[in-house]
């Protein structure tokens, strides 16, 4: 996937004028086509079975517009698209229902070419849900890449699909279960001031993918927001990437980091957003913080080159007995203390940098309100 080394929507015709001059093959993990698929039956299937083969394999792109001889770009020609909007609909829409399980997290991004020419890129990721079965006019077959291009699965190649799937959304569970339980017993990134905790994981598929290393340089990490708060008393590289903070209690402890791991895995703590003195929770304060640090962590996410989709998950620890704090001018109703000390929302799936943390993040408040015997968010924003 990392074909421009640049997040897709920074790329431009010295971008694609590059990988032709450069004569970069078509291999597992790129595809030349001089025309876009049609929209027609044939059309359709065919593009079904190029962006399912690059998500049951390694991911990829497939590039409209460029020419090519024995898989080797030979030059530039664009397509005329006279309404890109309805084009990606189309594919959009095709991906929802032409293919089982839908494929997600699929972009496409147009490139100004000549006149009203573009060269269309999609990047396709290595999907979490594979493998995915092209279902169109009776066609019911699964579909994979390798250095000659497309083929058909056979029973040994779902075999292992089916258990990579399951293996990385195990690992992905798992690293989230085991960091929780770390900084529920003490043994977070560094010492940690007493009371409830705001933990927040951003977790992109490819943190596990073999020797996965991100570019942590100065310029890339250096601005990384904390959860809860605008200051920052130190920042520094450490074993597992680089961490910001906030220090107290004369420098012994922290009440807030981001941890940002060395395959881009993002970790944020906070204690003073939950308000650990009276125990309650201020909804809307908890929730504009949280909304703000997701957003400026996808955002660094794309600084440090980490590929979507994203799994994100919150979590409160140390909160049982907590109450929930609603503000006025809101719906009164009885709410009830939450009786558990750990409550960790499942995780969330991010297809692309352009989610907002608002509509992302529904869900887990949701939980939060359902927790206290509130009906959730619907009522609550009334």
């Known amino acids: ?216 340089n100065k310029n890339s990490v250096s601005n990384v927001k904390l959860m809860g708060t605008e200051y920052c008393t130190g920042r520094r590289y450490n074993y597992d990437g680089f961490i910001s903070y906030l220090m107290v209690a004369q420098g012994r402890e922290a009440s807030c980091y981001t941890q940002v791991f060395h395959n881009g895995i993002i970790e944020a703590l906070d204690v003073d957003l939950l308000s650990h003195g009276n125990n309650e929770i201020h909804l809307s304060y908890l929730k504009q913080e949280v909304v703000q640090a997701f957003d400026s962590f996808i955002s660094t996410m794309s600084s440090i080159d980490v590929g979507f989709p994203v799994w994100a998950g919150m979590s409160l620890l140390g909160v049982k007995g907590y109450k929930l704090n609603l503000g006025q001018n809101r719906p009164s109703q009885r709410l009830y203390p939450i009786d558990r000390d750990e409550m960790i929302m499942p995780e969330i799936f991010i297809e692309h940098s352009g989610i907002s943390g608002k509509d992302m993040l529904r869900a887990s408040f949701d939980l939060i309100l359902n927790a206290c015997g509130h009906e959730g968010m619907a009522v609550y924003e009334k």
């Open 1 to 216: 996937m990392e074909l421009f080394g640049k997040p897709l929507s920074e790329v431009s015709i010295d971008d694609i004028e590059t990988i032709v001059r450069d004569k970069i093959p078509e291999s597992r993990a790129v595809d030349y086509k001089l025309e876009v698929h049609p929209g027609t039956d044939a059309g359709n299937k065919e593009f079904l079975k190029d962006i399912s083969a690059f998500a049951n394999t390694v991911g990829g792109h497939l590039i409209y517009g460029v020419d090519e001889k024995e898989a080797i770009p030979t030059g530039i020609k664009g397509v005329e698209v006279d309404d890109f909007d309805k084009l990606k609909l189309r594919f959009e829409n095709l991906l929802r229902t032409g293919v089982d399980p839908p494929i997600r997290g699929v972009n496409f991004h147009p490139v100004d070419f000549k006149g009203s020419k573009k060269v269309i890129v999609v990047q396709v990721p290595k999907s979490v849900a594979r493998p995915h079965v092209v279902k169109i006019k009776k066609h019911f077959k699964f579909y994979g890449r390798n250095s000659g291009g497309v083929h058909m699965l056979e029973v040994d190649d779902l075999r292992r699909a089916f258990l990579a799937s399951e293996t990385l959304a195990t690992r992905i569970r798992s690293f989230r279960n085991d960091r929780i339980a770390r900084i529920a017993s003490g043994q977070a990134h560094m010492p940690i001031q007493p009371g409830a905790k705001t933990v927040l994981h951003l977790i992109p598929e490819s943190a596990f993918e073999l020797g996965k290393n991100c570019d942590l």
